[in-house]
């Protein structure tokens, strides 16, 4: 199976994320993945778009990118933000705030899950810097069949 | 927010659902529509102004619901230790299995008790 690419940019608007996970939903699934892996990709998603949304855009009409490729081996996902453009949280990857989140994190807690579960749930996933000044999150999913 | 009470369907500023009963001094949400961020947004809301009404016995019945994520889950966590903090208690029922395994994975099922049925969610108030 050759790659294939599909992208998609969707305004900075948490009301977005629920369409897009409709069609990833579709997607994984014509592509084979079980239920719960399906589930696991939709919650995964919603959960990245939700922190380039809400962290990572400086207004509701930048918008967020989303790349996605297709293989054999496995589904790849990239959700590019461009970064809130503030001097204190230009960057939701920043360490200092990301290693924050993840030490303060426990169940009782009500925010600072979604980075949890992207690693929880993702076969792999990487998240990095981008040039826009946003963060990328990338993250992998093999095909089960 | 304007929302109808008992036992109307609550039409927010969009087309996401939810309803509201009540069943023995116990107000029972039943949510429509899958919690991505913006429907967790209005379920806040909601819950928030449940507190506001001094409501202190929730349960929020999730039969209906196929997808939830982690704004939302802290949302319940969220009003139900506020809940406590007043004598009172918010209750979980009738998860679909990925929704269990959410609460799981955040570890949210051990703070908020969840229930297979809302009758059995009820008894336990």
């Known amino acids: 199976m050759e790659k294939a690419y599909i992208e998609l940019k969707i305004p900075s608007t948490v009301f977005y994320i629920e369409p897009v996970r409709a069609f990833i939903g579709n997607?994984?699934?014509?592509?084979?993945?079980s239920r719960k892996r399906v589930a696991d990709i939709q919650l995964v998603l919603d959960e990245i778009c939700s922190n380039a949304i809400n962290h990572g855009s400086a207004n509701a009409t930048v918008g967020i990118k989303l790349q996605i490729c297709i293989d054999s081996e496995a589904l790849e996902i990239l959700v590019r933000d461009t970064?809130?453009?503030?001097?204190r949280e230009h960057n939701w990857l920043a360490l200092e705030r990301l290693s924050e989140i993840e030490a303060k994190r426990a169940p009782s807690n009500e925010r600072g899950h979604g980075i949890f579960i992207?690693?929880?749930?993702?076969?792999?996933?990487?998240?990095?810097?981008?040039?826009?000044?946003?963060?990328?999150?990338?993250?992998?999913?093999?095909?089960?069949? | 927010m304007t929302y109808f009470?008992?036992?109307k369907v609550i039409f927010m500023d969009s087309a996401k659902l939810m309803s509201?009963?009540?069943?023995?001094g116990v107000k029972i949400i039943e949510i429509k529509t899958d919690l991505s961020s913006y429907a967790a947004s209005d379920l806040r809301k909601v819950?928030?102004?449940?507190l506001a009404e001094k409501i202190d016995k929730v349960v929020v019945n999730l039969s209906q619901v196929s997808h939830i994520n982690s704004t939302a889950v802290g949302a319940l966590v969220g009003v139900a230790k506020r809940l406590r903090q007043n004598g009172g208690d918010l209750k979980i029922c009738a998860l679909a299995d990925n929704l269990t395994r959410t609460f799981n994975l955040i570890?949210?099922?051990?703070?908020v008790e969840i229930y297979e049925s809302e009758k059995s969610a009820l008894a336990a108030f």
């Open chain 1, 27 to 33: 997607l994984t699934q014509s592509l084979g993945f």
């Open chain 1, 83 to 87: 970064g809130r453009g503030d001097t």
């Open chain 1, 118 to 145: 992207v690693r929880s749930l993702a076969d792999a996933h990487e998240m990095a810097s981008n040039e826009a000044g946003g963060t990328d999150v990338r993250v992998i999913f093999h095909r089960e069949n």
């Open chain 2, 5 to 7: 009470n008992l036992g």
């Open chain 2, 20 to 24: 509201i009963r009540e069943d023995s």
């Open chain 2, 47 to 50: 819950l928030e102004g449940l």
């Open chain 2, 107 to 111: 570890g949210a099922s051990s703070v």
